[in-house]
T-cell receptor, first 110, second 116 residues
């Protein structure tokens, strides 16, 4: 079973545009994390936002968290071809499980 | 740079055979995770260890899967007997997490299992 659900399932944008994807989850969390996965590879951690934080930035990434709506968003600004990957949200739930959603596949066109 | 090591990278096995995967986490990482990822889906948590203790194995099909982390360092995931539906990527990850919060997880490259 998966805790988070990402939306949209797939996203295709032009290089230089912004990409936004959303994650909804079901149970109370300690924190929410975003990961990137290039085709056939392991996942790479991008950013972690704690349950008492509302927004966090890291380079071209901006993450928001709304615990009242049980949702988070990831914004990638000024996208590059190298951003082409699948992006997953992961919830650290209060029962100490790290669970992933189904992911959003982002394609950045040159 | 420290990495999570997994072996083998690829494994082809016949159904009903036994198969084992090995994972060596980053030194000092207390928490170790095994995930299964079917193509096009997100990782599904199979088992989570805190040192040598199992934190969660609720999604582990215990009739055929077993996992151990005897000394709280490296870990082995075994499937016996393998079924066609077990074909997937098996990912191992580790983190410094101790206590009741999961922090950044570092993933290995995974083992791609094909059951024929």
């Amino acid at each position: 079973s998966q805790q988070g659900e990402e939306d949209p399932q797939a996203l295709s944008i032009q290089e230089g545009e912004n990409a936004t994807m959303n994650c909804s989850y079901k149970t109370s969390i300690n924190n929410l994390q975003w990961y990137r996965q290039n085709s056939g590879r392991g996942l790479v951690h991008l950013i972690l936002i704690r349950s008492n934080e509302r927004e966090k930035h890291s380079g071209r990434l901006r993450v928001t968290l709304d615990t009242s709506k049980k949702s988070s968003s990831l914004l990638i600004t000024a996208s590059r071809a190298a951003d082409t990957a699948s992006y997953f949200c992961a919830t650290d739930s209060i029962d100490y499980k790290l669970s992933f959603g189904a992911g959003t596949t982002v394609t950045v066109r040159a | 740079e420290a990495e999570v090591a997994q072996s083998p990278r690829y494994k082809i096995t016949e159904k009903s055979q036994a198969v084992a995967f090995w994972c060596d986490p980053i030194s000092g990482h207390a928490t170790l995770y095994w995930y299964r990822q079917i193509l096009g889906q997100g990782p599904e948590l199979l088992v989570q260890f805190q040192d040598e203790s199992v934190v969660d194995d609720s999604q582990l099909p215990k009739d055929r899967f077993s996992a151990e982390r005897l000394k709280g360092v490296d870990s082995t995931l075994k499937i016996q007997p393998a079924e066609l539906g077990d074909s997937a990527m098996y990912l191992c990850a580790s983190s410094l997490s101790q206590g009741l919060m999961n922090t950044e997880a570092f993933f290995g490259q995974g083992t791609r299992l094909t059951v024929v």
